[in-house]
């Protein structure tokens, strides 16, 4: 018997004849292949058999289907104007509301004031406060000059003072040169006077 002619799925599920039963039992047992898919079939027939079983669908959805169409409230949730009026239509009821349930103050008539000393103690407060502000202004202005001036003149000395060394250094160098020229000089004279030759 060859591999090709044996149905190994009708011999695990236990469906072929009595007489060809025990020849492919045989078969299985000499060739390793068919043993190896005899094994396979059953880890299968396993699986399958701990599944539980489900109830086939009477009938199949489709997208355009109503039961796939949103609902009433699905609708106004995802609709913008429609939660745009809605809100607002709230906010306006809690205003309505809050307008409605606010106690009433009752005003209570007040004792004739003074009027005029109200005003001056007004005035008075007012020139006070006018006063400081000035004062706290003027005293930031003249600090602020103040140290603007203190940072121009140090700039001011800085800027000086490497003047002074610049010069020095050219008075220096200026110094060095005309001791040389009055050193050559002298040299020259001392040589024509002795009657030495000038190098």
């Known amino acids: ?53 489900e109830e086939v669908p009477r009938r199949i959805a489709f997208v355009s289907d109503k039961v796939f169409e949103p609902r009433w409230w699905q609708r106004v949730w995802h609709s913008g104007p429609v939660m745009g009026f809605a809100s607002a239509a709230v906010l306006a009821c809690a205003i309505l509301a809050h307008g409605m349930m606010r106690p009433v103050q009752v005003v209570t008539p007040v004792a004739s004031v003074n009027t005029v ?60 040169a005309n001791l040389e020229i009055f050193r050559k000089e002298t040299a020259r004279m001392y040589m024509a006077s002795t009657g030495l030759e000038v190098r």
């Open 1 to 53: 018997m060859t591999c090709s002619s044996v149905d190994l799925k009708a011999y695990m599920l236990g469906e072929l004849p009595e007489n060809e039963k025990g020849l492919v039992a045989a078969h299985v047992r000499e060739c390793a292949s068919c043993s190896e898919e005899i094994e396979r079939l059953n880890l299968t027939h396993l699986a399958l058999v701990s599944l539980r079983d």
């Open 117 to 176: 000393a109200m005003e001056q103690k007004v005035a008075a407060q007012v020139n006070d406060r006018v006063n400081a502000i000035v004062a706290q202004a003027v005293a930031k202005a003249v600090f602020d000059n103040e140290n603007r001036q203190q940072r121009q003149t140090a700039a001011l000395l800085a800027d000086a003072e490497k003047r002074f060394d610049m010069e020095r250094k050219a008075d220096r160098l200026a110094v060095a």
